[in-house]
């Protein structure tokens, strides 16, 4: 019977190298390349993260209804009204030259808590925009609300 598989040595130690790089690309294919990050790909920001820093101030409009009518005062900021929310839970507002500090937490994704004690609702929040509300009754049918709208 005739042997099928017959190789010199030197066929055979080309074939053993051939098989060896074979092995060892597929290996470093295999660990290399998952460890590989892309560059161009960002991580997606926390409610907090996207909050905290420098804002301007679009809108502040505040509503007293009263008696069945509203009551709308409305304060539209200018270039050097700003809203700084900082990582130490405080927020430093300079709104038309009056200045104040006040804290701030989040409750959740979508409520912050200002104060301890002022719960306003996330509207929007994007890289630009950031919107939110708080609604409190006063009365039977009487309430205040207050929409503040903030722009980077």
């Not at 270039?79 to 030259?97: A, E, L, Q």
């Not at 719960?119 to 708080?134: C, G, P, Q, R, W």
Request: glycine share 6%; hydrophobic share 35%; charged share 25%.
């Amino acid at each position: 019977m005739k042997k099928l598989l017959q190789f010199s040595h030197r066929e055979f130690l080309l074939l053993k190298t051939y098989w060896l790089l074979v092995f060892m690309l597929t290996m470093a294919t295999v660990f290399y390349l998952p460890a590989c990050k892309k560059s161009d790909k960002k991580e997606e920001q926390t409610t907090i993260e996207k909050i905290q820093g420098k804002w301007q101030l679009d809108s502040d409009i505040q509503n007293h209804h009263r008696s069945g009518e509203d009551n709308i005062d409305t304060i539209t900021g200018d270039p050097g009204d700003i809203v700084d929310f900082r990582t130490d839970g405080k927020v430093y507002s300079d709104i038309g030259g009056f200045k104040d500090t006040s804290t701030y937490a989040l409750s959740g994704d979508t409520k912050m808590i200002f104060d301890g004690t002022q719960v306003f609702d996330i509207i929007t929040l994007t890289a630009n925009s950031f919107i939110f509300h708080n609604k409190e009754t006063t009365g039977p049918s009487d309430f205040d609300e207050v929409t503040i709208t903030l722009k980077k």
